[in-house]
């Protein structure tokens, strides 16, 4: 099911995370990880593991705490309390073993919009001391997966969002990291950009051998991931697939078309006790294992029926069930119009 | 699901993958040099395609010297002797000045990274805090030179030689200077994190520091009050040196430069031009230290 179990921490250093003998141990783990602000408990204690090759999403409205924990992760910012080990390293102590081992995409974009792509690229290259004669090969295949390889000598102000973006993806990959953050990877991007940069990240799942841990406020982002973690008010509340998940709510909902909505509702009720409503034009009810209550409803129903669809719950359901507020409500305080506020206020300066 | 990508990943490993090995390395020396290289180009790139900005940084110190040079010799006239004017004067104080806004500016770059996150960028990176500021302000301090050996191409106009010898030395001296100013600027950078409060705040101390140093009047002759401040600018301790080079190579009256290049003095004591030199690379070197010790800190 999908309550947070506490998982017992690997305390032995098993084998360095740069061989493939250590693909057993978790490319992540965090336990007991706390993080105070002043007054404000950014996050209260979490625990939870990443498999290698495992695509993990934090699911929560903002400042549920997402942000926090990748902070500590990418040893940006210390914990109260607890511990992160990532690639096998200490978050917190080992700063710099763990900085080589991951890459890391902002929510913000943190390019150089003065410099051109392939210098942008080139800076990240030296800083992380790849070696030289890889440099030129390794930054034509990452700009090659993105689709920019063309534009590499454009100043990087000259990039649209969704380039923007693709670059840093690609920026991140460039020091062949075995863990990839995404921080809220497509915040602020139109639909349609968004889903190209999930091809992108899904073309790469394929192609490099890599852990990816994401935070997300949208819904169906979180579609996207091997296994979920939905986090609110700094605690974990379910962790697991985005399927488990969605059968932990339990119910499935049922939309039919009839020729007489009213007496359907009525019908339904009588011969089933199921209190059923018109939405989006269809009587629509939740049952647990709505295939399996079709055929009944087409012999035990008296109303004609025109069509039925059944489904599954969607993740915003799970949100709803876990916290008793969806993702937008639990939003409602306005942090996003904040966020679009100073991104135009910045976008007016560059 | 999860689990059967995980064991597809861990059953295929590297071998599937066409991927060019690029093992980061241990972090060492050679490292933390390419880390220190690549800022230091990054400061170099940005100066060059930012032509705008080093014609714009030209205009106060061309101001200075011209315009108030010139308007100020009628005043200053009658004390020169033959052959100097007062913009020979002034020449090395504004020199120095050319290169202040740069350096300054060059260090401002990490208020402005800052807001813009591409110092996020730079301090995940598995490389020193002290490789970083190294390169930033070494790079600050080449830029801020080129910016001064733009203004020295007008020396010919303040009546100053070019003479090879003191051409070198004067780049020297502004090397050294543009390199303490980016460290000081770094400096406050590491702990301002607003633009404006960060402009506001080294215009603020900007302005005195040059007026101070005896740029454009000599040190002799002054107010107690004045000359303790003087002394305690540290613009002056290089400001002197400069046009203590200058008029060196000048044919001049001793008894002239006695009173327009005299030596800084400590309560009477001749503070020896290494000294006052070697004054400003240690505070220079200090600042950076600090610098170095603030971007340590983690939240």
């Known amino acids: 099911m999908a309550l947070v179990t506490h998982t017992s921490m690997n305390t032995d250093d098993a084998a360095a995370p740069d061989g493939a003998a250590a693909s057993r141990e978790p490319v992540i783990s965090v336990s007991g990880l706390t993080k105070q602000y002043g007054d404000v408990q950014a996050v209260r204690g979490i625990d939870f593991e990443v498999a290698r090759g495992e695509t993990f999403g934090f699911l929560g409205p903002n400042g549920a705490g997402k942000t926090t924990t990748i902070k500590i992760l990418c040893t940006l910012a210390n914990a109260t309390s607890g511990t992160a080990r990532v690639a096998g390293h200490d978050a917190i102590t080992e700063r710099d073993a763990v900085r080589r081992n991951i890459g890391l995409v902002f929510q913000d974009t943190t390019l150089d919009t003065y410099l051109t792509a392939e210098q942008n690229l080139r800076f990240h290259a030296e800083l992380y001391g790849v070696p030289k004669a890889a440099v030129v090969p390794r930054m034509h295949q990452v700009m090659d997966m993105v689709g920019l390889w063309e534009r590499k000598d454009s100043l990087v102000s000259t990039y649209s969002g969704g380039m923007q973006r693709r670059l840093e993806i690609a920026r991140g990959l460039l020091h062949a990291p075995h863990v990839l953050f995404l921080d809220e990877p497509t915040v602020g991007l139109d639909p349609q950009t968004r889903s190209s940069i999930w091809a992108y990240i899904n073309d790469l799942k394929r192609r490099e051998d890599i852990t990816i841990f994401l935070t997300t406020h949208y819904m169906d982002e979180a579609e996207h991931c091997d296994r979920i973690a939905i986090i609110d008010h700094g605690k974990i509340v379910a962790i697991d697939t985005p399927e488990a998940l969605k059968a932990s709510v339990g119910k499935d909902r049922v939309q039919i078309h009839t020729d007489d909505d009213a007496a359907a509702i009525g019908a339904l009720k009588e011969a089933f006790g199921i209190e059923a409503a018109v939405h989006e034009g269809a009587v629509t009810f939740s049952v647990p294992a709505g295939e399996q209550f079709v055929p009944r409803l087409f012999t035990e129903l008296t109303v004609p029926i025109r069509s039925v669809s059944v489904s599954r719950p969607s993740l915003d359901d799970v949100f709803m069930s876990y916290t008793g507020t969806t993702i937008r409500d639990a939003e409602a305080s306005g942090t996003d119009a904040m966020r679009a506020m100073a991104q135009r206020f910045r976008a007016g300066r560059r | ?299």
Not at chain 2, 31 to 47: K, M, N, P, Q, S
Not at chain 2, 178 to 204: C, D, P, Y
């Open chain 2, 1 to 299: 699901m999860a689990t059967t990508t995980t064991e597809a990943a861990a059953a295929s490993g590297p071998g599937l993958v066409e991927q060019i090995r690029v093992a980061v390395p241990e972090r060492g020396l050679r490292h933390d040099l390419r880390a220190t290289g690549i800022v230091w180009r990054r400061e170099l790139i940005r100066f060059r395609t930012d032509r705008l900005r080093a014609i714009t940084a030209l205009i106060q110190p061309v101001l200075f010297l011209f315009v108030l040079g010139t308007g100020l010799s009628s005043l200053a006239g009658g004390n020169m002797p033959p052959g100097i004017s007062f913009k020979t004067f002034i020449y090395p104080g504004v020199l120095a000045m050319s290169v202040l806004f740069t350096a300054i500016f060059s260090a401002a770059s990490i208020v402005w990274d800052r807001e813009f996150g591409f110092l996020r960028e730079i301090l995940v990176a598995p490389v020193s805090r002290a490789s970083i500021v190294i390169g930033k302000c070494l790079g600050g301090a080449t830029i801020a030179t080129f910016q001064g050996i733009i203004f020295l191409i007008l020396a010919g106009f303040a009546g100053v030689p070019y003479n090879p010898v003191l051409i070198i030395v004067l780049i020297g001296e502004l090397l050294l200077l543009s390199f303490t100013l980016t460290a000081f600027g770094v400096m406050m950078a590491a702990r301002i994190k607003q633009f404006q409060a960060f402009m506001a705040l080294t215009q603020m101390l900007v302005m005195p520091l040059f007026f101070l140093s005896g740029a454009l009047y000599p040190l002799s002759g002054l107010p107690a009050w004045l000359s303790v401040l003087t002394r305690i600018d540290p613009l002056t301790y290089i400001v002197g040196p400069m046009r203590h080079a200058v008029f060196s190579h000048l044919s001049m009256p001793a008894a002239f430069e006695q009173r327009f290049s005299p030596a800084i003095t400590w309560a009477g004591w001749a503070v020896p031009l290494g000294l006052s030199l070697g004054i400003v690379a240690v505070m220079g070197a200090g600042m950076m230290a600090i610098a170095i010790a603030e971007f340590r800190k983690t939240e």
